[in-house]
């Protein structure tokens, strides 16, 4: 299972990014997947995700401002960022739960300047 996440970089705060993460070594169509961050100084936390059925869910700090999508024939699933804040810079990964074990992808920089 590999997950190769991108899209990150700098922004300025009120900006937009959008992450894609592109995954291969699983029907990808049948799993959830998220999204997660870990900040400066904090603990990883779980951002967004989506079930195989289309069904999203996040975290209340994000909640009108990013979309999680996916695309089962890319198996890639998306995260759309916009009035990004500079307290989303983090580290953002993706991640998907196969046979018990998370996989994670390598993370990419998501920096929101003030």
């Known amino acids: 299972v590999q997950l190769q996440a991108s899209g990150g970089g700098l922004v300025q705060a009120g900006g937009s990014l959008r992450l894609s993460c592109a995954t291969s070594g699983i029907n990808f169509r049948l799993y959830r997947v998220a999204w997660y961050r870990q900040g400066p100084g904090k603990q990883r936390e779980l951002v967004a995700s989506?079930?195989?059925?289309?069904?999203?869910n996040y975290d209340d700090s994000v909640k009108g401002r990013f979309t999680i999508s996916r695309d089962n024939v890319r198996r890639t699933v998306y995260l759309q960022m916009t009035s990004l804040k500079p307290e989303d810079t983090a580290v953002y990964y993706c991640n998907v739960v196969h046979s018990g074990r998370h996989y994670w992808g390598r993370g990419t920089l998501v920096t929101v300047s003030s």
């Open positions: 989506i079930t195989s059925d289309f069904d999203t």
